[in-house]
């Protein structure tokens, strides 16, 4: 890769942001679709996201990605919003079209694209159970009730964000059974996915979710890549569930976020075997 003065920067920002693989899945793709772009991690705390944002602005940045915990907080400052992050209500990739900051949410296409291919899981007419109610689990409950869930919980300490989120999206979507509690319940025998969309399990820590309570044909998914394996997974992994992390979700993001970026589509597989090398 050689770096000139006609390079196109590209991104990502959050907190932290140094375990993130999309540098490397980016970085190949680029290199082998011979485009002049790099893509570098940009760490910006909370308390700087607004002069963060304005100093990319201010430096021309082509794009970027956003992840934990900027996803909802960056709205207010870009220009515009698609009608998809709009109805989502976050953010996690950014193009600068011609001075105008335009976000847009690559997430839940990303998510639904990844259980069917992975874990040949269609959310159509399923029951669901979604843990957090953050920026990334805004928009894993917009695209897999926009799939066809029948019914879909919502698990968050906080109810207040849980009873947000099934205002919105009860509007949005008036055939999906939205419901929401503080805690998981010990009963999940009807249940055919359980997600987690939080940072839990990143530390070694275990999700208070037990995959025992689950019948023999649920499937279970953890955002989180690193580890590879988070405590959730390996709980169900012994259950002897279909489960998988992140990485699948992460490498159909960002091909969605690359052809935003660029007008290019990424070689067909290509960001997801950079993940698993």
Known sequence: MVISGTTRLLGIIGDPVHHS????????????AGLDYVYVPLPVSPQRLSQGVAGLRALGIHGFNVTIPHKVAVLPLLDRLSPEAEAIGAVNTVHNENGCLVGYNTDGAGLVASLREELGFDPQGANLVVIGAGGAARAAIYALCAAGAQRLLIVNR????????????????????????????????????????????????????????????????????APPESPLLAAARWRGLRCANGLGMLAAQGERAFTLWTGVIPLRGLMKSVLKS
């Not at 693989?21 to 082998?32: D, F, I, L, T, Y």
């Not at 509007?171 to 055919?192: A, G, H, I, W």
Request: glycine share 4%; net charge negative; hydrophobic share 40%.
């Open 158 to 225: 906080s109810a207040e964000r849980a009873r947000e989120l099934v205002r919105r999206y009860g509007k949005l979507f008036p055939r999906v059974r939205l419901e929401f509690r503080e805690t998981l319940p010990s009963m999940l025998e009807d249940t055919d996915l359980l997600l987690n969309t939080t940072s839990v399990g990143m530390d070694g820590v275990s999700l208070s979710a037990d995959p025992a309570a689950l019948g023999e044909n649920a499937v279970v998914y953890d955002m989180i890549y």
């Open 21 to 32: 693989r999309s540098p490397e899945m980016q970085n190949r793709a680029v290199a082998e």
